[in-house]
């Protein structure tokens, strides 16, 4: 563990990479999406750099490694979106530490939220799945607001919504999607080591800190 304290009132916590490795749902949609289009499949160590910039910088990336036309996003964006829902959460796992974090969070008084750049109902029933989603005020996705993160706006947005200024809002992610949108609306930001960080080292990040385990969390709450 590698951060100060903060004294904040809530925490807004990144889903991908940070609470749940869903790289295998990732893995599975993605090939059923390219066996369905004709197209070569893709290993799960070239998935994991791509993901954490939406699904639909994902789908044209995946297209782009393959060597599809960019054309095909369309109907590959269509058959993602039903292959995904098929297996959302059959092969991903919550990280050691992730529910331990998200209790002692809870037990001091933070509220809490949950912001992904994964859409909406990819996310909303992925937490429930792994019954994460009772510790958590408020859900958005990347397709709740106008823009995604590494925009500040979405960050802003939840701490409006969870009734807290930035500077009282940890934000908690995996990537430097999470730290410059923590950075530009004014969050402290925490990230922890495991996650996927588009392929980067993480401990290169511009952050306030760094947690192998979320478990580590509350004793950064002051």
Request: aromatic share 8%; glycine share 8%.
């Amino acid at each position: 563990m590698e951060a100060r304290a903060f004294s904040v009132d809530a925490a807004i916590v990144d889903l991908d990479g940070t609470l749940v490795d869903t790289l295998g749902d990732f893995e599975a949609a993605l090939n059923a999406t390219l066996r369905e289009l004709a197209l070569p499949a893709i290993a799960a160590h070239a998935i994991e750099p791509l993901v954490g910039r939406g699904s639909e910088h994902l789908i044209r990336a995946v297209l782009a490694h393959v060597g599809a036309a960019a054309a095909l996003y369309e109907p590959a964006w269509d058959a993602y979106q039903r292959h995904y829902l098929a297996v959302n959460g059959e092969h991903s796992r919550v990280y050691p530490g992730a529910v331990e974090g998200l209790v002692s969070l809870k037990r001091r008084g933070l509220r809490l939220a949950c912001l992904t750049n994964k859409p909406g109902d990819f996310a909303r029933p992925l937490l429930h799945a792994k019954q994460l989603a009772g510790y958590f005020d408020v859900v958005f996705g990347g397709d709740a607001f106008e823009r995604k993160k590494p925009d500040p706006l979405p960050l802003v947005r939840t701490c409006e919504a969870l009734g807290f200024s930035p500077a009282r809002t940890l934000m908690v992610g995996d990537s430097s999607n999470d730290a410059r949108a923590a950075r530009a609306a004014g969050c402290p930001v925490v990230l922890v080591t495991y996650g996927y960080n588009h392929g980067e080292p993480v401990r290169a990040v511009d952050a306030d800190g760094f947690v192998d385990s979320l478990a580590q969390l509350p004793a950064l709450v002051a």
